[in-house]
């Protein structure tokens, strides 16, 4: 089983700045079987990125993804107010397909 | 509209059984992997299972917790999944989401995986 291990927990920052998120895999990842989502109170999670760098359908373009072999890095840009959530990595390459455990970016 | 709807959550005794719904619109069910995701309460997602597609010989996978307790179906008729979870645990206690995993082609190879539907999720609560 392939672990992803999401850091920082918790981000705490403010609207504008720049948000970095990690996640590092136990094994190697091909970077097309990485992706990324969102996740905010009382709703279901939104995909963000796949293929480790690929945004998806309406995701602007604030949120990029990167990396490859067992490091990923989400990165948005400048926050805006609706940002602040739960972030978490996937990867699919292998079943058990299996999440991290998340990076809660907060309001400084 | 592409939409996914699960139903079928409720509160089980340790040791019940429960069968979840999920009934797919807007696209191509019958061609389409399909996965359930779990989040127990307060905590991050948790993969339970997929079950390919008819042409991909409609076999399932399973997360290690679940596996031999959980059985995931489809009825490509009906457009329509199913989670059967029996042999409940107080652990199970979770939002069910019923998600389609993305299929890309790049050519010679597809990759299914990162799952672009999410259904607004059901609550399964395991408590005597």
């Known amino acids: 089983e392939i672990v992803l291990t999401q850091s920082p927990g918790t981000l705490s920052l403010s609207p504008g700045e720049r948000a970095t998120l990690s996640c590092r895999a136990s094994h190697s990842v091909s970077s097309i079987y990485l992706a990324w989502y969102q996740q905010k109170p009382g709703q279901a999670p939104r995909l963000l990125i796949w293929?480790?760098?690929s945004r998806a359908t309406g995701i602007p373009d604030r949120f990029s993804g990167s990396g490859s072999g067992t490091d990923f890095t989400l990165t948005i840009s400048r926050l805006e107010p609706e940002d602040f959530a739960v972030y978490y990595c996937q990867q699919y390459v292998s079943s058990p397909w299996t999440f991290g455990q998340g990076t809660k970016v907060e309001i400084k | 509209e592409v939409q996914l709807v699960e139903s079928g959550g409720g509160l089980v005794k340790p040791g019940g059984s429960l069968r979840l719904s999920c009934v797919a619109s807007?696209?191509?069910?019958?061609?389409?992997?399909m996965s359930w995701v779990r989040q127990a309460p307060g905590k991050g997602l948790e993969w339970v299972g997929r079950i390919k597609r008819k042409t991909d010989g409609e076999t399932t996978d399973y997360a290690a917790p679940v596996k031999g307790r959980f059985t995931i179906l489809r009825d490509d008729s009906r457009n329509t999944l199913y989670l059967q979870v029996n042999s409940l645990r107080t652990e199970d206690t979770a939002v069910y989401y019923c998600?389609?995993?993305?299929?890309?082609?790049?050519?010679?190879?597809?990759?299914?995986?990162?799952?672009?539907?999410w259904g607004q999720g059901t609550m399964v609560t395991v408590s005597s």
């Open positions: 293929g480790a760098s």
């Open positions: 807007g696209f191509s069910f019958s061609n389409a992997w």
């Open positions: 998600v389609r995993p993305k299929s890309v082609d790049y050519g010679d190879y597809e990759v299914i995986g990162a799952f672009d539907i």
